[in-house]
Every structure is written in C-alpha cells, then in structure tokens.
C-alpha cells in the first residue's frame, strides 16, 4: 500500500502548491486520488467541493468580508472550518452567518482570527507545514490506516485536522503532529465512527 501511497501523496502536495491551469489539472487527479481513498461517499466528497465553492462566493460577494479579511472554508462530511483572518468580531460573525446559509452545511467550525492578515510568508510556512505533517501521516502504522483520509490545514502554527476515522486514528494522527516543529497548537475537526 505505502507503494501505491507515495506518489499519490506527492501529487496532492504538488497540487496544492500550484497555481493556475496546470493546478487545475493535476488538483483534479489529486481529487480523484482521494475519493478513492476516502470514506465519504462519492457524493458527499463532490458535495464538500461544491460547500467549499458557494462558502468562497458567498465571503467574495460581501464587499466589506472581501476587503478586510482573508477567510479559507475546508469542507469535510459536510462539516465546515473557516480559517484566516478578519478586521473585525463582526466581521467574523457575519461570515460564520453567510457559510451556515450554503446547502447542506451540517455544523460550522469558525476559527477565523481577528487582526491583521497572515503575511506571504506566514502562508508559504503553513503551505510547508502541511506538506510535512502530510508526508509524515505516512509513518503511521495502524491496519487500515490511510493518511489520504486526513484533511490538514494551517495558519500560523495552527495546526486544524479533520477527517472521518477511528478513535485509535485520530489519536495516532493528533499524537504525531503535535510533535513536528513549527506546530504550535493542535485542533481536533474529526468525526468518529
């Protein structure tokens, strides 16, 4: 399995550090690597993308959240992380308000900042950081365990993880990155089954 689990590793790190038409392209295969891999259901795996994309539009089309904040929304079994930062607790609160409204969003977990917005490079450093924790998921030895089955995100330092998997997996998975370098806090999104 480790075998098979490299490469597609690798292509969903390439993917998310790439921009533009080519990101496109390969972020697809990324995608298709990952469904694969996941316990969502084909359906909720498509659902989570199109959540992450009405959240996105719903953000851009309030011109004072567009102009005074840097909000992210990952998606996981319907369950939605906003990250970044915002100017503002109004600010904050709306936008929690306005991703809440997108169809089908079960439970909104909003851990947007208030102050000013994390710097290029604050976000090239979480992009690294991610792409670590992400290599090292490998390392975990649990049957059945799939590293793919485990969304990471981070700003400054602050590590989000979520996914659908067993209490025994989360552990392992909270336990290794709470210990890499550069993590400064750890926050449990999982679903258990």
Same mark, same amino acid.
């Given at each position: ?22 990101? @496109? @392209? ?27 994309? =009405? ?36 600010? =904050? ?42 290599? =090292? ?20 330092? @602050? ?28 926050? =449990? ?5």
């Amino acid at each position: 399995m480790k075998k098979t689990l490299l490469p597609t590793l690798f292509i969903l790190l390439v993917s998310s550090m790439i921009q533009g038409c080519t990101g @496109v @392209v390969v972020g697809g295969a990324a995608a298709t690597a990952t469904a694969i891999h996941d316990r969502r259901t084909l359906g909720v795996f498509v659902e989570d993308q199109t959540i992450e994309f =009405k959240a996105g539009e719903q953000l851009a089309s309030d011109p004072e959240i567009k102009e005074n904040s840097r909000i992210n929304v990952t998606s996981y079994n319907m369950v939605t992380l906003m990250t970044g930062q915002t100017d503002s607790q109004d600010l =904050k609160t709306r936008a929690e308000q306005l991703v809440a409204n997108v169809d089908r969003v079960r439970r909104v977990v909003n851990e947007v900042e208030i102050g000013s917005t994390a710097s290029l490079g604050e976000r090239t450093r979480s992009a690294a950081l991610v792409a670590e924790i992400k290599f =090292k998921l490998t390392q975990i030895d649990i049957p059945d365990f799939d590293p793919l089955r485990v969304k990471v995100v981070a700003e400054r330092g @602050v590590v989000y993880l979520m996914g659908l998997l067993t209490r025994a997996e989360g552990d392992a998975v909270t336990d290794l990155v709470r210990h890499i370098s550069g993590v400064r806090r750890v926050v =449990k999104v999982f679903e258990y089954f």
